[in-house]
């Protein structure tokens, strides 16, 4: 079977600005949203944010940190902040294995010298 990952991508209007994947096991839908939702509100004020953060029914909302989701299809997700930067995450097939994250193998080690 093959292997799924989470394809992050971050644009600015049709440029892609930002790529990443992440084992799909790794993130649950509900976390991938709120990784995209943190990513988006780089790009937005305070105020935006905050407003981003009310209910749905309250007069100051503002849907700048929605999830729209694909209706068929392949898993996808998208953000909208009406700046011109938005993010998405699809599911696909992993062409490779993500590079791992964490400690180096082959890091020098700085020796001091005492000999005075």
Excluded: F
């Excluded at 600015?12 to 790794?26: F, H, N, T, V």
């Excluded at 990513?39 to 305070?46: T, V, Y």
């Excluded at 068929?72 to 993500?98: F, I, W």
């Amino acid at each position: 079977m093959a292997k799924r990952i989470w394809k992050i991508t971050g644009y600015l209007g049709d440029k892609s600005i930002y790529e990443r994947p992440i084992r799909k096991g790794a993130l649950s839908e509900k976390a991938m949203i709120a990784l995209l939702q943190r990513l988006a509100s780089r790009h937005l004020s305070g105020d935006e944010v905050v407003s981003s953060s009310l209910k749905k029914d309250d007069h100051g909302y503002c849907s700048a940190l929605e999830i729209h989701r694909n209706r068929g299809g392949r898993d996808a997700l998208m953000t909208t902040t009406g700046s011109g930067h938005y993010y998405t995450a699809l599911v696909e097939k992993a062409e490779a294995k993500p590079p791992k994250r964490g400690r180096y193998k082959n890091r020098q080690q700085v020796v001091e010298n005492n000999d005075e």
